[in-house]
């Protein structure tokens, strides 16, 4: 497993952009594929987007596609979810995750978590 912390979040207005970080304490970084996930109130964790080891795929929910970007870079051991064009209803906390392995949207395929980052309200 790896550390993962984030960071970014804050209060936004709707249609604003905010971008988040999250930073991972290993020596093999390259190796994981990372991805974003968020819970809004009372509702179950879902996934928002994941990315590649080497950046060259990505995977978007639909709700975010063309509003939010995922980027890493491997050589400061961080990724970034630049949000475009927030919504109320992208109000979330909103977690990192890595794994080992491909691609995946499932909460279940991620073994490394971090504590979460709140967009308290987008309004």
């Known amino acids: 497993q790896v550390q993962l912390v984030e960071s970014g979040g804050r209060l936004v207005q709707a249609g604003g952009s905010l971008r988040l970080s999250c930073a991972a304490s290993t020596r093999t970084f390259s190796t994981y594929t990372m991805a974003w996930f968020r819970q809004a109130p009372g509702k179950e964790r879902e996934f928002v987007a994941a990315i590649s080891r080497s950046r060259d795929l990505t995977s978007y929910t639909d709700a975010v596609k063309g509003r939010f970007t995922f980027s890493r870079d491997n050589a400061k051991n961080t990724v970034y979810l630049q949000m475009n064009g927030l919504k109320p209803e992208d109000t979330a906390v909103y977690y990192c995750?890595?794994?080992?392995?491909?691609?995946?949207?499932?909460?279940?395929?991620?073994?490394?978590w971090g504590q979460g980052t709140q967009v308290p309200k987008v309004s």
């Open positions: 995750a890595a794994r080992i392995g491909g691609l995946r949207d499932k909460v279940g395929d991620f073994n490394s």
